[in-house]
């Protein structure tokens, strides 16, 4: 049936660094998967992926933001994702509609009711089996962000209190879905949040 886990977190949170970790674990296993991001994923997703995190001399309007989140999502759901699982593959996707949620419902303040009615239009019934979420304070992670030296694109350059705005959305969500959340300290040391990962990956994935 295949299995959906998805990487998710704030600005910087080491959810790359993550991806690393997981598909190493799942190669090793000789478990059958694909990564994939959003938004992304697909030649068509990665270029609305640049029109989103493009800066412009105009503001973007947030239903913009959000239809365009969504459209890459369609095409990623419908050419990656949904044929992996019914491949019964692993499917490990960086970022995810909770990022939706966290970053156009709790940044934005867009309403979770059209959130959720794109989802259902979206996914239909399409959740994740698995969401790790990477937390760590906004300043932190950005600090993080900032350290690698890339340029900060558009939605990187809010301001702090969109990102705790963001951080606090994900954490009401992930008390509200415990089944699906697991809540990894991302403030730790790159030793200690990999034990953390796999030995949430053997509780999860351990029979495969
Ligand atoms: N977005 C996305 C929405 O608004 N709505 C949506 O629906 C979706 C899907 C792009 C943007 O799109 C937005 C959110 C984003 O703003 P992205 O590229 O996935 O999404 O997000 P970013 O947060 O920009 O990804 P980053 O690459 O910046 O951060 P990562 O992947 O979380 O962090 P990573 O692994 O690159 O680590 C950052 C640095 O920290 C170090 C790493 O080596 C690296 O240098 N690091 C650690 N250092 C010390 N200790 C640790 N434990 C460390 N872990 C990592």
């Not at 990623?76 to 490990?92: F, P, R």
Request: glycine content about 10%.
């Amino acid at each position: 049936m295949g299995f959906f886990l998805t990487i998710e977190g704030g600005e910087g949170a080491g959810k790359t660094t993550a991806m690393g970790v997981i598909t190493a674990w799942l190669a090793s296993r000789d478990i059958a998967f694909i990564q994939t991001r959003e938004p992304g994923g697909t030649p068509m997703a990665e270029a609305v992926r640049e029109t989103l995190l493009a800066s412009y001399d105009e503001t973007v309007n947030s239903t913009t933001e959000l239809l365009l989140m969504f459209a890459a999502r369609s095409q990623n759901l419908h050419q990656n994702i949904e044929l992996a699982m019914a491949e019964g593959k692993v499917v490990v996707c960086d970022r995810f509609t909770d990022a939706t949620y966290a970053y156009q419902g709790g940044g934005r303040g867009v309403d979770r009711g059209h959130i959720a009615t794109l989802e259902t239009l979206v996914q239909g019934e399409r959740r994740p089996d698995l969401t790790l979420l990477l937390d760590i304070d906004p300043e932190a992670g950005l600090t993080r962000a900032w350290g690698r030296g890339k340029a900060l694109d558009r939605i990187e350059q809010e301001d702090i209190a969109f990102f705790n705005r963001v951080r606090a959305e994900y954490l009401d969500r992930a008390a509200r879905y415990p089944r699906q959340y697991v809540v990894i300290d991302a403030d730790r040391s790159l030793a200690q949040v990999k034990q953390h990962i796999e030995a949430v990956l053997t509780q999860r994935l351990g029979a495969c």
